[in-house]
């Protein structure tokens, strides 16, 4: 007994699609492939759709699971699908007096553009060809397209090299001297015709049989090598299967009433509400996206069909609300009638995406909520991608390294050295960790890893919808493509670019924003934020977020890049990175160093004024939010010469004093240091005496920095600043160490404050990044009225493994080997690290139930991390200025999942 399952969908049958799949219009782009799914719909809403059935992604599943067998009564139901259409068209498969032709195309749930297996043209063969010639009247479009069959059935389902085909083509046309295949004579596309089957001795002549091998093609296809690259690349799932579509063929090369071209409804590459896109008069699909005709703007279809243009406009705003998003859109005008052949979502830029979602909120179409939801916060991690420096590029300019010009496709500088094929682009930067560019003449869905691979994508062909383009916005790769300039040569491995020769190997950068191509490797900056519509997204993002975003800053100018950015707060100043600048570094070290109370002190005292002036301009540059400064974390000897140097100093010294030079003043003061430092090394100094354990040890340098910290803050409060200084101890571990630090500190606090005569509102907390601290965070938090996460030393010590070591050691190969499934220290480990912040949380605030909670270690920026952050009720997540406008968006993401 075979499945009886219904295998096969009419595009007008998205009814009962829609029944099997329990009313789920995921399931049914699950069920038909998105593709298909997209054609039934368009049908059910009148658009002008040629008429077709879909074979469906669970026919795809039990064929291949059965090893190459349709399963149950599949076939029955498509040739039935079939006689159904052929009423519908009025014309019947294989009958040569009106023949109904047909394409047959893959379609996935998801869309891998290019990545499947497609055969137009089926239902011709000798016979028929003679009855149509007689139908229509116009044998070279009969010839061109019974050759376009044979070639693509004998290398897409017989699997033939394609370059013997090309070969016939190529000599054809050198013989006629035309340049592109459309322009043979019928006699010659004939003859090509005969030469085309002599080299495809398979193709078979009856049209059922064709139409049955092209479907089982398009099945297996799924399992090909680069559908499966493309896959893991765009995280599909590998046992979704394809649908395969069988449509009624319509062509747009039957003269000069008939064109063909694919358009977005929107600017792909600025977001711009401006249809775009290429079409191509008297030709067939392929040719407008392979790029081997030069194509026309949709601009110029509006002033050479304006009719036609017109009602494609029309369509394309309907199919545009209805979809309540951008569509990619495939369209054939056939003597005068205008088809739409596929409409999907469209691809865009980081850029694009963002201003779509903002004008389609803003004109009704979706609400606020929706557009923050389509963002996704790598699209707002792409704006803060390197542009070409002004300068650099100016440079460039004069120099004459600005070599040529292309499409500016997907948006970004790039700069590497050149690699001609995908292979190779793979290899250098994976194994020998070069920055390539890859430059192809054009690009197929062979090249996708080396396109993965590269920084930059430049091609000779293709326009704004070729491969390349397509495959570079969906995964942010800046790219230049139809740079006509561009002479390869690929068996030299070099190119020519009006009369420089450049070999594969040297560097070049190219501008994918504006597309330009230079010479050399120019200097890139980081832009700033200052898109409009991003700025209006992010502001709807804020009114959703429930988590407050502040950021990691040690200086006054980070403060303010934060502020820009949208902080709302420093969670972490890192004070030691003050005492490594040049002119201090001195005076720390006679700090530690020195065996004298006095000396101490002095250096305490001018250091003291100096951190006043650092806290002063954080506090101004926060005007009004909290500043959260942390007192010295690192183990002392960070801050001194190393072991080793100094052994070897000393050893340099004695030579010189054998010698009879006089540097005993040196030689003794290298002695003292390095009898200091062997008095500091520690074998695990991140176990060591760092943190509260140092402040311990040494509370006058800890009193030092609260006293510049609460000086810094009655001043500027003086100034008429609103000032919030939160005052962190690093690394407790036991509630006994904070009472302890924290009683010395509070009244180091308060005599400032009385000296002064200004009262601040500070508070005194702690990090939390010692396991112990976080399950005695009830008793901690009788002291601390704020914890901070510290998730790099908290996964550092959950997991027993070095933060400094690990990620370049054996963490590569757990992850490689799916020990781990992802970096901890990219992304929290929620059931590890996380119960342990949970179990903090809870803890701490039964103790005290305004604790302020946040977090300041790397993780505060990861898109997933602050989805936990949000789930445990933190206050605020703090990370690096930079990633503040992702982690906005990413916490309202979070707030709206979690509604
Ligand atoms: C942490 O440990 O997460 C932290 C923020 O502190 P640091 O990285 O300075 O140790
Ligand atoms: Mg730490």
């Not at 090249?447 to 326009?463: N, P, R, S």
Request: hydrophobic share 40%.
């Amino acid at each position: 007994m075979g499945d009886e399952r219904k295998w096969v969908y009419g595009f007008d049958e998205v009814e009962a699609a829609e029944a099997y799949m329990g009313g789920s219009w995921d399931g049914v782009r699950g069920l038909m492939g998105g593709k298909g799914a997209n054609l039934a719909e368009m049908t059910r809403v009148g658009v002008p759709v040629p008429p077709g059935f879909t074979v469906t992604t669970e026919a795809c599943n039990a064929y291949l699971k059965a090893g190459a067998k349709f399963p149950g009564e599949m076939w029955e139901q498509a040739l039935s699908a079939l006689k159904h259409v052929e009423e519908q068209t009025g014309k019947t498969f294989g009958e040569a007096s009106n023949p109904l032709l047909v394409s047959c195309r893959s379609g996935a749930k998801f869309s891998m553009p290019g990545m499947m297996d497609t055969v137009l043209n089926i239902g011709l063969n000798d016979d028929v060809a003679v009855g149509m010639v007689k139908l229509i009247g116009d044998d070279r479009f009969v010839y061109d397209s019974y050759r376009r069959l044979v070639q693509m059935f004998g290398t897409v389902v017989l699997g033939l090299e394609s370059e013997p085909f090309e070969e016939v083509l190529s000599e054809y046309r050198k013989h006629h001297k035309v340049d592109n295949d459309a322009a043979l004579p019928p006699e010659a596309l004939k003859e090509v015709v005969e030469r085309f089957k002599v080299l495809a001795p398979a193709f078979p002549q009856d049209p059922i049989d064709q139409l049955r091998l092209a479907t089982e093609a398009v099945f297996k296809s799924w399992n090909g090598k680069r559908a499966f690259d493309y896959r893991n690349a765009a995280k599909i799932a590998h046992d979704l299967g394809t649908a395969v579509n069988i449509q009624t063929m319509v062509f747009g090369n039957m003269g000069m009433d008939s064109a063909t071209g694919v358009a977005m409804t929107r600017d792909a590459t600025t977001g711009e509400d401006h249809i775009e896109g290429d079409f191509l008069i008297n030709a067939q699909g392929e040719d407008v996206v392979a790029g081997t005709r030069p194509t026309k703007a949709m601009d110029d279809m509006a002033v050479e069909m304006p009719g036609l243009y017109e009602e494609f406009r029309a369509i394309a705003k309907n199919l545009e609300n209805h979809y309540r998003e951008m569509q990619d859109m495939e369209f054939t005008v056939e003597r005068g009638k205008l088809w739409i052949l596929q409409t999907r979502d469209g691809k865009r830029t980081a850029q694009a995406a963002v201003r779509i979602a903002v004008d389609l909120a803003e004109e009704g179409l979706i609400t606020k909520e929706n557009a923050v939801m389509k963002v996704t916060p790598d699209q707002v991690d792409f704006f803060l991608h390197p542009q070409f420096s002004v300068e650099a590029k100016k440079a460039a300019v004069d120099a004459g390294s600005q070599i040529a010009t292309g499409l500016n496709v997907s948006p970004g500088a790039a700069v590497g050295v050149v690699a001609f094929d995908a292979d190779l682009a793979e290899k250098w930067s994976k194994e020998d960790g070069k920055k390539v560019i890859m430059v192809r003449p054009e690009t197929k869905p062979d090249d996708v890893h080396g396109m993965l691979a590269a920084q930059g994508i430049l091609t000779k062909l293709g326009g704004r919808t070729s491969h390349a383009a397509l495959v570079a916005r969906q995964f942010g790769k800046p790219a230049v493509v139809g740079v006509s300039a561009l002479d390869i040569d690929m068996a030299n491995r070099q190119m020519n670019v009006d009369g420089k020769v450049i070999n594969e190997g040297d560097w070049i950068s190219i501008d994918g924003t504006i597309g330009e191509v230079f010479l050399g490797a120019l200097d890139t900056v980081i832009p700033d934020l200052s898109d409009p519509w991003l700025s209006k997204l992010l502001g709807w993002a804020d009114e959703f977020r429930t988590l407050g975003v502040w950021a990691n800053a040690d200086y006054p100018l980070d403060a303010q890049r934060a502020r820009q950015n949208g902080a709302e707060g420093i969670g972490l100043c890192r004070t030691e990175h003050m005492f490594f600048e040049p002119e201090r570094i001195p005076v720390v070290q006679k700090m530690i160093t020195t065996e004298s109370d006095e000396e101490r002190r002095q250096a305490l005292d001018t250091l003291l004024p100096l951190q006043r002036e650092d806290f002063a301009g954080l506090f101004r540059a926060m005007d009004g939010y909290p500043v959260i400064i942390r007192l010295i974390d690192p183990p002392l000897h960070e801050f001194l010469p190393a072991f080793e140097d100094l052994t070897g100093e000393l050893a340099q010294l004695q030579i010189k004093t054998a010698a009879g030079d006089d540097v005993a003043a040196q030689l003794a003061d290298t002695q003292d240091m390095l009898e200091r430092v062997e008095a500091l090394r520690e074998a695990n100094p991140m176990l060591g005496t760092r943190g509260v354990r140092l402040g311990i040890m040494m509370p006058d340098l800890t009193k030092m920095q609260v006293r510049a910290i609460i000086e810094a803050a009655c001043i500027v409060s003086q100034e008429g600043v609103d000032v919030h200084p939160e005052v962190m101890i690093p690394l407790t571990s036991h509630v006994n160490e904070l009472k302890r630090q924290q009683t010395v500190l509070e009244a180091e606090a308060k005599v400032v404050m009385e000296e002064q005569g200004v009262d601040v509102d500070y508070k005194f907390g702690t990090m939390i990044e010692i396991p112990r601290a976080a399950i005695t965070a009830a008793e901690i938090a009788e002291y601390a009225q704020f914890f901070s996460f510290g998730t790099n030393d908290l996964t550092q010590t959950t997991f027993g493994i070095s933060r400094d070591d690990a990620e370049s050691g054996f963490l590569i190969d757990y992850l490689s080997e799916g020990i781990l499934a992802e970096n901890p220290f990219a992304s929290i480990d929620e059931p590890g690290v996380g119960k342990l912040m949970e179990w903090a949380v809870e803890q701490g605030r039964a103790t005290r139930p305004d604790l302020e909670v946040g977090i300041c270690g790397e993780h505060g920026g990861d898109p997933k991390s602050i989805d936990l952050c949000h789930r445990l009720g933190l206050n605020y997540v703090s990370c690096s200025p930079f990633r503040v406008p992702i982690a906005r968006l990413a916490a309202a993401q979070s707030a709206i999942i979690h509604k």
